[in-house]
C-alpha cells in the first residue's frame, strides 16, 4: 500500500528467503511456531493509519459511556460471569477490513472487537524477524503510541506484572502447550518472566491459588488471563481445583468479563463511518431488504465458528434462538498487498491496552492478517501463499 516499500520488499523477497527467515524463527524459538506467519509485512499508509485511529477512537468513545455496563450485562451467559469485575477492560483489540470508499480512497471497516489479549508478546517480536530478513525503511514502524519494541515491553511488563514478583504470576490457559499460539506464551515468558500454566496446574487453598516450581509451591496473586470459556466449555471432564467464577483472592489482568462485554454483543451500539451496520436480530421487526449483503454471527461463538456468510429469510426464520444472534452489513475487502502473483485481501487488528489509572487506553501496535479466500481464516486459506498472520508497519 506505500509503493517505494512494497517494491523494496517484493525485490528482496524470494521463496528461499521466506523459508530461511521461518527457519530462523524456529532456530530462535525451537517448535514453538505452528500457525502460518505470512510472506510480507503490511505496509500501512498514513492516510488508511489516521482512519485506523479514527475508527478507534469511535469504538472507545463507546466503551468510555456511563451506561456500557448497563448496555452489556446481558453479553455475559448464564453461570460464566466472574466475581470481582474491574472499571474497565485493560485490553482492547479491533478487526478492521482494508476496504474502498465510494471516492476510491482506502478505509478500515470493523469486523469484530475483543476486551482480550491477543499475541501481544508476538507481536513485538515479528518486526525484529522481518527486519532481519528483508529491506524495511525507517520511515515505517509496527509501533503508534510507543518509540519502540523496548518501550513497548516497558508498557506491558507494568501493566502484567502490577509491581508483583514474576513469579506470583501466570499466564493461565487451557493448554498452553498444546495451542497454536503458544509461541506468544513462550515469548510472554521470555520477555517479562510469566509462565503459562493450564488449570489443572493450580492448587487451591480456600480462596487463594498456587503452583508448584522446581519443588516450591508459589502463591498466584495475579493471573494474565487467555482462557476463552468457548473453549472451556468443550471439556466438561476437565475437574481443576477451582473454578473462574469462584470468589478468589487474586487480581486479574484481563478480567474474563470483558471478553464477553468487548465482543461482537458490542457491535450494535458502535456509530461510526467506519462500522457496518449491525443489529441484534431478536430486535429487528422486519429484515433488511438486502438480506443478500448481511452476515449472521453466533453472539456467543468466537474465532469466526458459527459465521454464515450467505442467509435467506426462510434460513432466519427457522432459528428458535433468535437472541444469540446479530446481523452485520458485508464488507467488501478490497485487495491492496502486492504479491508476487497478484493482489491480496487484508485485515488489520489495533492492539491498545488500558492500564487502570489512566484515562484513555494506548495503542500500542497492531496484527494484520493477508487472505486469498472469501474469509479471512485459516479453513479459507488453505494451500495458498501469501496469506496468514503478519505485522502492519504503519508510516511514520
Known amino acids: 500500500m506505500i509503493l517505494t516499500p ?5 525485490a528482496a523477497f524470494s521463496p528461499e528467503s521466506y523459508q530461511q527467515m521461518l527457519a530462523d524463527v524456529d532456530q530462535q524459538l525451537p517448535g514453538q511456531l505452528d500457525f502460518r506467519v505470512a510472506e510480507s509485512p503490511v505496509f500501512v499508509p498514513a492516510g488508511l493509519r489516521d482512519k485506523l485511529i479514527r475508527a478507534g477512537r469511535d469504538i472507545i468513545d463507546v466503551l468510555q459511556r456511563p451506561d456500557f455496563k448497563q448496555l452489556t450485562e446481558a453479553a455475559i451467559p448464564a453461570g460464566q460471569r ?28 470493523l469486523i469484530e472487537m475483543q476486551g482480550f489479549p491477543s499475541l501481544y508478546a ?11 530478513h528483508y529491506p524495511i525503511p525507517d520511515s515505517v514502524s509496527a509501533f503508534l503510541d510507543v518509540p519502540d519494541a523496548v518501550a513497548y515491553h516497558v508498557e506491558m511488563k507494568q501493566l502484567i506484572l502490577a509491581g508483583e514478583n514474576p513469579e506470583n504470576v501466570i499466564l493461565l490457559e487451557l493448554f498452553p502447550k498444546q495451542q497454536k499460539t503458544r509461541i506468544d506464551f513462550y515469548l510472554t515468558e521470555k520477555f517479562w518472566g510469566v509462565q503459562a500454566l493450564s488449570l489443572p496446574d493450580v492448587r487451591r487453598r480456600g480462596r487463594e491459588l498456587f503452583y508448584e516450581k522446581d ?6 496473586k495475579r493471573i494474565y488471563n487467555r482462557v476463552i470459556f468457548d473453549e ?5 471432564d476437565l475437574h481443576p481445583e477451582f473454578n473462574l467464577i469462584d470468589d478468589l483472592d487474586v487480581t486479574w489482568v484481563g478480567h474474563p468479563n470483558w ?9 450494535p451500539f458502535i456509530k461510526s463511518q467506519y462500522a457496518p451496520p449491525s443489529y441484534f436480530l431478536s430486535e429487528l421487526k422486519n429484515y433488511p431488504a438486502d438480506l443478500e449483503n448481511y452476515v449472521l454471527k453466533p453472539l456467543f461463538s468466537f474465532a469466526g465458528a458459527g459465521v454464515k456468510l450467505h442467509i435467506t429469510a426462510a434460513n432466519l426464520d427457522a432459528l428458535s434462538d433468535k437472541s444469540n444472534y446479530l446481523l452485520q452489513r458485508k464488507v467488501q475487502y478490497e485487495p491492496v498487498v502486492l504479491s508476487p502473483t497478484g493482489l491480496v485481501k487484508c485485515e488489520i487488528r489495533l492492539l491498545y491496552i488500558w492500564p487502570h489509572g489512566q484515562a484513555e487506553p494506548k495503542l500500542l501496535t497492531g496484527l494484520a492478517r493477508l487472505s486469498r479466500g472469501e474469509m479471512i481464516g485459516v479453513d479459507f486459506n488453505k494451500d495458498k501463499d501469501w496469506v496468514g498472520g503478519t505485522t502492519p508497519l504503519f508510516e511514520k
Open 259 to 267: 471478553f464477553f462485554r468487548v465482543s461482537k454483543y458490542t457491535l
Open 215 to 220: 519443588g516450591r509451591e508459589i502463591r498466584i
Open 122 to 132: 508476538f507481536q513485538s517480536y515479528l518486526p525484529e524477524v522481518f527486519s532481519a
Open 82 to 109: 466472574v466475581p470481582n469485575e474491574d472499571a474497565h477492560a485493560e485490553f482492547l483489540t479491533f478487526d478492521f477490513a482494508v476496504c474502498r470508499d465510494a471516492h476510491g480512497e482506502l478505509e478500515p471497516q
Open 6 to 10: 512494497r517494491q523494496q520488499f517484493n
Open 232 to 236: 472451556l466449555v468443550r471439556y466438561p
